[in-house]
C-alpha cells in the first residue's frame, strides 16, 4: 500500500515546446494496477503582422515551426492568432513603385504576443535642370515636363514617380529654343539636365546705289574698319 504523486517531465525537441499536465496523486493499494492519463500541451503565444499604409495589393507570407498553420505559410496582408512557440519568418511582397518593408524574423515565446507592423514607402526622385547660357535665363528661358508649369533654371522638381519624362523648353524672343531632353527618374535619386539656349543671330546685306557707283570703289561698313563691296552679306551682326 502505497501513496503517490505522479510528475511528467517537461519536453522539448527541435524548438518545438510542451508544457505538462500532472495528472493526479493518489492511493495505490496491495496488488492494484492503476492506470492514469499524462497530457502534454503544446505552448502557444500571440502574433499579429498587419500593414500601416498598404498600397492595395501587398500581401506577406509567415513562415513557423512545422506545427503552424497545419504545416503551410500563411499568406495575405494581415494576421492576428495564436500560435505554436518558435520561430516565424515574415516576408513581404514586392509592389511596382514601392519601396517594401524589410522582411522580418520573429521568436514567440510562451503567453507572449508579439505585433509586427510593416509600412511600405512611395518610391520617389527628383529633377534639376540648369539653362545655359545665364543670360537665356535673364530673358526669361524656362523649362517644364508638362508645359504648363515652368520652372527656372536651378529649381529642383521633388516627388516625382520613377520613369521617363521630357523636358521641354519655354521660346524666348531671341534665343533658339533647346530640343526636348529626355530624362529618367530614379527612386531617392536627383536626376539632372542642362538646356542650352543658342543666341538667335541677324545678317545684314547692303545693295550700293547707283549700279556703276560699285565699280568706283563704292562699299560699306558697320565698324568704320571692315569694308564690304555691295550686295555683301554680312552674318552674326547681333
Same mark, same amino acid.
Given at each position: 500500500?502505497?501513496?503517490?504523486?505522479?510528475?511528467?517531465?517537461?519536453?522539448?525537441?527541435?524548438?518545438?515546446?510542451?508544457?505538462?499536465?500532472?495528472?493526479?496523486?493518489?492511493?495505490?493499494?496491495? +496488488?492494484?494496477?492503476?492506470?492514469?492519463?499524462?497530457? @502534454? /500541451?503544446?505552448?502557444? !503565444?500571440? =502574433?499579429? &503582422?498587419? #500593414?500601416?499604409?498598404?498600397?492595395?495589393?501587398?500581401?506577406?507570407?509567415?513562415?513557423?515551426?512545422?506545427?503552424?498553420?497545419?504545416?503551410?505559410?500563411?499568406?495575405?496582408?494581415?494576421?492576428?492568432?495564436?500560435?505554436?512557440?518558435?520561430?516565424?519568418?515574415?516576408?513581404?511582397?514586392?509592389?511596382?513603385?514601392?519601396?517594401?518593408?524589410?522582411?522580418?524574423?520573429?521568436?514567440?515565446?510562451? +503567453?507572449?504576443?508579439?505585433?509586427?507592423?510593416?509600412? @511600405? /514607402?512611395?518610391?520617389? !526622385?527628383? =529633377?534639376? &535642370?540648369? #539653362?545655359?547660357?545665364?543670360?537665356?535665363?535673364?530673358?526669361?528661358?524656362?523649362?517644364?515636363?508638362?508645359?504648363?508649369?515652368?520652372?527656372?533654371?536651378?529649381?529642383?522638381?521633388?516627388?516625382?514617380?520613377?520613369?521617363?519624362?521630357?523636358?521641354?523648353?519655354?521660346?524666348?524672343?531671341?534665343?533658339?529654343?533647346?530640343?526636348?531632353?529626355?530624362?529618367?527618374?530614379?527612386?531617392?535619386?536627383?536626376?539632372?539636365?542642362?538646356?542650352?539656349?543658342?543666341?538667335? /543671330?541677324?545678317?545684314?546685306?547692303?545693295?550700293?546705289?547707283?549700279?556703276?557707283?560699285?565699280?568706283?570703289?563704292?562699299?560699306?561698313?558697320?565698324?568704320?574698319?571692315?569694308?564690304?563691296?555691295?550686295?555683301?552679306?554680312?552674318?552674326?551682326?547681333?
Amino acid at each position: 500500500v502505497q501513496d503517490y504523486s505522479l510528475s511528467i517531465n517537461a519536453l522539448a525537441s527541435s524548438g518545438t515546446e510542451f508544457s505538462t499536465n500532472n495528472p493526479s496523486s493518489g492511493f495505490l493499494g496491495a +496488488g492494484e494496477i492503476h492506470t492514469v492519463n499524462g497530457s @502534454y /500541451t503544446r505552448d502557444t !503565444g500571440v =502574433l499579429t &503582422v498587419a #500593414i500601416a499604409n498598404n498600397p492595395g495589393s501587398a500581401n506577406f507570407s509567415i513562415s513557423g515551426p512545422s506545427d503552424f498553420n497545419s504545416g503551410t505559410p500563411f499568406y495575405g496582408d494581415s494576421f492576428n492568432s495564436s500560435v505554436p512557440t518558435g520561430d516565424y519568418s515574415i516576408v513581404f511582397d514586392e509592389v511596382n513603385e514601392w519601396n517594401k518593408p524589410a522582411d522580418r524574423t520573429v521568436t514567440i515565446s510562451l +503567453g507572449t504576443t508579439s505585433n509586427i507592423v510593416a509600412e @511600405y /514607402t512611395k518610391q520617389s !526622385g527628383s =529633377l534639376q &535642370v540648369h #539653362i545655359s547660357p545665364g543670360r537665356a535665363a535673364d530673358a526669361g528661358a524656362k523649362w517644364s515636363i508638362d508645359g504648363a508649369r515652368w520652372q527656372k533654371s536651378g529649381e529642383v522638381l521633388n516627388d516625382l514617380r520613377p520613369g521617363q519624362y521630357s523636358i521641354v523648353f519655354k521660346p524666348v524672343n531671341g534665343w533658339g529654343t533647346p530640343a526636348d531632353i529626355e530624362v529618367e527618374i530614379r527612386d531617392k535619386t536627383t536626376s539632372k539636365a542642362t538646356g542650352v539656349y543658342t543666341q538667335a /543671330t541677324s545678317g545684314l546685306r547692303v545693295n550700293l546705289i547707283p549700279a556703276e557707283i560699285r565699280s568706283k570703289g563704292g562699299a560699306w561698313s558697320i565698324d568704320g574698319k571692315n569694308w564690304y563691296g555691295s550686295g555683301y552679306t554680312l552674318d552674326n551682326v547681333i
